[in-house]
């Protein structure tokens, strides 16, 4: 039997994250751990999990089944198979969840190594409000705009938001499922996640058919976080699935990022945590995320400030005697100097210049400010 077919059928047979079987596929190879439990011996006590589900397991008619579908298995021997994945063996574990993914199942025509090359992961909360959907969106088109790939989990709010902001500037985006890429969750993004598998991809470890459970979610957030070089948090809750997405970034030494939101809002109290404690850079647009993950210079977002006015570009002594000149009330070029602290024949010129530029107006001997 081939390593993919025993790792497809090993999919089918653990939780996603499993670090038992993971340590035992590092060790022995797939075939071999496979083989050891079709032979119902019970190798670190795996066998008596996976026994009720080892009965008519059929690995290679699953993979038939599944290419007829459009769906095809990756795994770690393949060409597609993206090596930042792999980055999940050498780092911390997290709530007893670890390691690399067996395989993943793929549905979508793009490469899986060419889309995680250049991506960024945006989540957040279900509960989204309008400002993190609007946030998230704005965020996720100005980065597909710019051929990066925003990962996300498919999920109600923040997640959809990014997604649809992905696909709205025409950019790619992946999805990864705590379910089977043949299903659906929520159901009501049958749609979406179809028009994603056509544009860009939609991934899981879960072979085909599965249901999403809570603990799969989690174990789903790391292959989130590793795909990504970095991810954005738009809005989460202290207790937050996309914290924990956070967390698994923070482990792979991946650039963790945070939108700030309302400091009377909930659903951010999360992501300003991450910020006040700096295990998150804060960012505030799609500019802000891309210049912390291009390599350095490449995109530079622009200095926030105000636009510039005739009186930014006059010089010292002008806007010295501009600030004497009086509102309402006329004053003569003799008492602006006394008011401006400056010498008289110096005033006089910088008033025709004032003047020029529509800011002074002279009557007679007096001069003004003009509204």
Known sequence: MSERVARAALTRLSEPGDLRLATLVARLGANEVYALL?????????????????????????????ARKGIRFVCPEDDEWPAALDDLDRCETLQSRGGAPLGLWVRGGARLDQMSRSAAAVVGSRSATTYGAGVAGDVAAHLAGHGVTVVSGAAYGIDVA???GALAARGPTLAVLACGVDRAYPAAHTTLLDYIAERGLVVSELPPGCSPTRLRFLSRN??????????VVVEAAVRSGALNTANWAAR??????????????????????????????????????????????????????????????LPERDRQVLEAVPVSQGA????????????????????????????????????????
């Open 38 to 66: 079709r032979d119902e011996q019970d190798v670190a006590g795996v066998y008596t999990d996976v026994a009720a589900r080892l009965r008519g397991l059929d690995p290679e008619r699953e993979l038939d089944d599944a």
């Open 162 to 164: 990014a997604h649809r």
């Open 222 to 231: 790391r292959v989130i976080a590793a795909l990504a070089q970095g991810t």
């Open 252 to 313: 792979l030494n991946r650039v963790v990022m945070g939108v700030p939101g309302p400091v009377t809002s909930a659903p951010s109290e999360g992501v300003h945590q991450l910020i006040r404690t700096r295990d998150a850079a804060l960012v505030t647009s799609g500019a802000d995320v891309l210049e912390l993950l291009a390599p350095a210079g490449s995109f530079l977002a622009p200095e926030a400030r105000g636009p510039e006015t005739v009186r930014d570009r």
């Open 332 to 371: 003569s070029a003799d008492s602006i100097a006394r008011t401006a602290g400056i010498a008289t024949r110096e005033v006089a010129p910088a008033l025709d210049r004032l003047r020029g530029v529509g800011l002074v107006e002279r009557s007679g001997e007096v001069w003004r400010l003009l509204r």
